[in-house]
C-alpha cells in the first residue's frame, strides 16, 4: 500500500466511522428483549455443539511456541 493509499484508507474510515456508530447505536435503540434473549440462546446452543476437550490450558504448548520463536 502506497502512502497516498494508506491516506485514502483512513480519511475513508474517518467518514464511514461515524456513519456506522450511529446504525450500531439505532440498532441497539430499537433491539428487544426477546431479540437478545434469541440470540444468546442460539449463541450458547452453538457452543454446545462443539465442546473443546482439552486434557490441559493450553500454556505449555504456547511456552514452547514463544520459546522456539526466541531462538
Do not use: C
Not at 485514502?8 to 440498532?27: H, I, M, N, S
Not at 465442546?51 to 500454556?59: E, K
Amino acid at each position: 500500500m502506497t502512502d497516498d493509499e494508506a491516506r485514502e484508507y483512513v480519511r475513508r474510515w474517518k467518514q464511514a466511522g461515524p456513519a456506522l456508530e450511529k446504525v450500531r447505536r439505532d440498532e441497539l435503540r430499537i433491539l428487544r428483549d426477546e431479540d437478545v434473549r434469541a440470540q444468546i440462546h442460539d449463541l450458547l446452543e452453538i457452543a454446545g455443539k462443539f465442546p473443546q476437550n482439552r486434557p490441559t490450558s493450553g500454556l505449555v504448548e504456547q511456552q514452547r511456541i514463544f520459546q522456539k520463536a526466541r531462538q
